[in-house]
């Protein structure tokens, strides 16, 4: 069985994709995954780094303008498309996840090799919905984001699919150095951090916003960690271990991308999301659902301000019903089977029931 995954650009199409060639392998020890992407993209490290095969085919973005590029995506398009044709030629499916390598491997696989699908936001980009007028099946994140769309969730690394707070959290609150009794707010913004989220939060610090509240703070690889931290400020520059983060934390404040949303849904949190306010305000639609039933508040950037946490953050923050509340319907969204159940996708696919 050979299976061709493409997904690259960002961490948010690579991680679904690794996770769902890490649970292909589970099942089918002899299965060989072979990665796609673009030197452009994360994944020429993080698809060694996980031990599976990259090729590399040329990025084909679509220009969003009238430009020189518009005028050569054709002929760039028909490489990249017959560099995919190639190295598709034995496989028996072809996983897509988005991105700028999914494209061209859709329009190779068309009519050759069978494709499935994984959409991860709310709002499907312009490969995946192309990709999905001849895909054999589709498996989306948010209920009725793509036509016959398969509601799996997001593909999700195996700290998370098995994560257990009850047992995580003496040894993630020893992690953090904070009392068993403390609450706590988590706050991040990615691997690179967010700006406008630190500088609030350190506005909210100066003026004694948070009381007693301990803040765990990831403020991004290249950001300055505050000078004064304080025995309730745990400031670090990216955390590695999120499952001992999500154990240690009451609540989180963070951005609303596929996979956070995802993730802190899956272990049950309760949620303060500021979406990304540029790209094409999918961040906002990947957590309305939550927002609407109750499991999070959503603020916009603009609005994200030290009164907004004052007069309606903390109070959530400090009432432990509340929080209790809230946990639970976050908890309800969450979906720890997502891998399994697109490689039952992919299984019915390549047997020719889907």
Same mark, same amino acid.
Request: net charge neutral; hydrophobic share 45%.
């Given at each position: 069985?050979?299976?061709?995954?493409?997904?690259?650009?960002?961490?948010?199409?690579?991680?679904?994709?690794?996770?769902?060639?890490?649970?292909?392998?589970?099942?089918?020890?002899? $299965?060989?995954?072979?990665?796609?992407?673009? !030197? *452009?993209?994360?994944?020429?490290?993080?698809?060694?780094?996980?031990?599976?095969?990259?090729?590399?085919?040329?990025?084909?973005?679509?220009? *969003?303008?009238?430009?020189?590029?518009?005028?050569?995506?054709?002929?760039?398009?028909?490489?990249?498309?017959?560099?995919?044709? !190639?190295?598709?030629? &034995?496989?028996?499916?072809?996983?897509?996840?988005?991105?700028?390598?999914?494209?061209?491997?859709?329009?190779?696989?068309?009519?050759?090799?069978?494709?499935?699908?994984?959409?991860?936001?709310?709002?499907?980009?312009?490969?995946?919905?192309?990709?999905?007028?001849?895909?054999?099946?589709?498996? !989306?994140?948010?209920?009725?984001?793509?036509?016959?769309?398969?509601?799996?969730?997001?593909?999700?690394?195996?700290?998370?699919?098995?994560?257990?707070?009850?047992?995580?959290?003496?040894?993630?609150?020893?992690?953090?150095?904070?009392?068993?009794?403390?609450?706590?707010?988590? =706050?991040?913004?990615?691997?690179?951090?967010?700006?406008?989220?630190?500088? =609030?939060?350190?506005?909210?610090?100066? $003026?004694?916003?948070?009381?007693?509240?301990?803040? #765990?703070?990831?403020?991004?690889?290249?950001?300055?960690?505050?000078?004064?931290?304080?025995?309730?400020?745990?400031? =670090?520059?990216?955390?590695?271990?999120?499952?001992?983060?999500?154990?240690?934390?009451?609540?989180?404040?963070?951005?609303?991308?596929?996979?956070?949303?995802?993730?802190?849904?899956?272990?049950?949190?309760?949620?303060?999301?500021?979406?990304?306010?540029?790209?094409?305000?999918?961040?906002?639609?990947?957590?309305?659902?939550?927002?609407?039933?109750?499991?999070?508040?959503? =603020?916009?950037?603009?609005?994200?301000?030290?009164?907004?946490?004052?007069?309606?953050?903390?109070?959530?923050?400090? &009432?432990?019903?509340?929080?209790?509340?809230?946990?639970? #319907?976050?908890?309800?969204?969450?979906?720890?089977?997502?891998?399994?159940?697109?490689?039952?996708?992919?299984?019915?696919? #390549?047997?020719?029931?889907?």
């Amino acid at each position: 069985m050979k299976i061709v995954v493409a997904g690259g650009g960002t961490a948010g199409h690579i991680e679904p994709a690794l996770n769902v060639a890490d649970a292909i392998v589970e099942r089918h020890p002899d $299965a060989k995954i072979l990665a796609l992407g673009t !030197e *452009r993209g994360l994944e020429t490290t993080l698809v060694p780094a996980r031990g599976y095969p990259l090729e590399l085919i040329p990025a084909v973005p679509f220009p *969003r303008r009238i430009n020189n590029d518009l005028f050569t995506l054709p002929s760039r398009l028909k490489v990249a498309v017959a560099q995919c044709r !190639e190295l598709l030629r &034995d496989a028996d499916v072809l996983v897509g996840f988005g991105g700028y390598v999914a494209l061209p491997a859709y329009l190779a696989a068309r009519g050759r090799v069978p494709i499935v699908i994984h959409e991860a936001n709310a709002r499907p980009g312009l490969a995946n919905r192309v990709g999905a007028r001849f895909a054999s099946a589709v498996a !989306e994140t948010v209920a009725g984001s793509m036509k016959s769309g398969i509601l799996t969730g997001i593909p999700l690394r195996v700290s998370i699919q098995n994560f257990d707070r009850n047992s995580l959290a003496p040894r993630a609150r020893e992690h953090f150095n904070i009392p068993l009794d403390a609450t706590v707010i988590l =706050v991040f913004g990615g691997s690179q951090g967010a700006v406008k989220l630190n500088t =609030v939060i350190e506005q909210c610090r100066q $003026a004694g916003i948070f009381r007693d509240v301990h803040l #765990i703070h990831a403020v991004g690889m290249k950001n300055e960690l505050p000078i004064d931290s304080g025995h309730t400020y745990h400031a =670090v520059h990216y955390i590695e271990q999120m499952n001992l983060a999500y154990a240690a934390a009451d609540f989180v404040i963070a951005r609303s991308g596929a996979m956070t949303v995802a993730e802190l849904t899956a272990v049950g949190l309760p949620a303060c999301y500021v979406p990304l306010p540029i790209g094409n305000g999918e961040q906002k639609l990947n957590a309305e659902h939550v927002v609407e039933a109750g499991g999070a508040i959503l =603020v916009t950037d603009a609005d994200f301000t030290p009164k907004f946490v004052s007069d309606v953050v903390m109070p959530i923050v400090t &009432d432990k019903s509340k929080l209790a509340s809230m946990a639970q #319907i976050s908890a309800g969204f969450g979906h720890r089977d997502a891998s399994s159940r697109i490689v039952d996708i992919i299984d019915q696919v #390549i047997a020719g029931g889907a």
